[in-house]
């Protein structure tokens, strides 16, 4: 049980570009998931949190323009990277809270390239 | 605001040796903490967790850890180490009805042959 999915796991995209990720909770509702950026060798950095039917809350200093999150079912949250920049280039992890509210589980990320 | 201390980004460990990943905490609120296994690649996969009630916590693969309030420690530990095992380690902690993880930084474990 518990399980998270994401699409695509990798991505190369041209610069200028949009990217679309999926999470989806395969086995259970959540109404909360969250979208995470990870560098290379460093820890996970939480961007932003996702409501089912309602607008994401963004950390500070994540460009919600640049990042749009849609969640419009409890099992499917979306990470849309508009005009992306080499810079977006990025390890990009979603999870998603169990409905006891105590646990979060990950997806298997997506690595994206931007040329 | 919640936070994790995962010291010694590095941890070399033999093969059949004990597993012993140090893990400190400092929250306002009681905490929930978890551990988190990341293969190359790969998202975070949680390895236990406490919320409430008994403070020895075991999980998969034959880790476990206790919560120490009056040490505000998390630390994890595996009797044996095994070469799957090597992998990226993550302690993170969260307070009820917020849930926003804030984790540690890390530990690489390296298990020697």
């Known amino acids: 049980g518990a399980v998270v999915s994401q699409h695509p796991s990798w991505v190369i995209c041209k610069s200028g570009t949009s990217v679309k990720i999926e999470c989806r909770s395969l086995?259970?509702?959540?109404?909360?998931m969250f979208w995470y950026r990870q560098f290379p060798k460093q820890s996970l950095m939480l961007m932003a949190t996702s409501n089912e039917g309602s607008k994401a809350t963004y950390e500070q200093g994540v460009e919600k323009d640049k990042f749009l999150i849609n969640h419009a079912s409890l099992t499917l949250s979306t990470l849309t990277v508009t005009s992306a920049h080499p810079e977006d280039s990025s390890f990009y992890i979603c999870?998603?809270?169990?409905?006891?509210?105590?646990?979060?589980?990950f997806g298997p990320g997506t690595r994206l390239l931007v040329l | 605001a919640q936070s994790v201390t995962q010291l010694g980004s590095h941890v070399s460990v033999s093969e059949g040796a004990l597993v012993l990943l140090r893990c400190n905490y400092s929250s306002s609120v009681p905490p929930y903490l978890f551990w988190y296994v990341q293969y190359p690649n790969q998202g975070l996969q949680l390895l236990l967790k406490y919320t409430t009630g008994a403070t020895l916590v075991k999980g998969i693969n034959g880790f476990e850890a206790e919560f120490k309030k009056s040490e505000t420690s998390f630390h994890l530990t595996k009797p044996s180490a095994h070469m799957s095992d090597a992998a990226e380690y993550f302690c993170?902690?969260?307070?009820?009805?917020?849930?926003?993880?804030?984790f540690g930084k890390g530990n690489q474990v390296v298990v020697i042959p």
């Open positions: 993170a902690v969260s307070d009820y009805g917020n849930n926003r993880l804030a």
């Open positions: 999870s998603a809270r169990d409905q006891k509210g105590e646990t979060q589980y």
């Open positions: 086995d259970f509702q959540a109404t909360t």
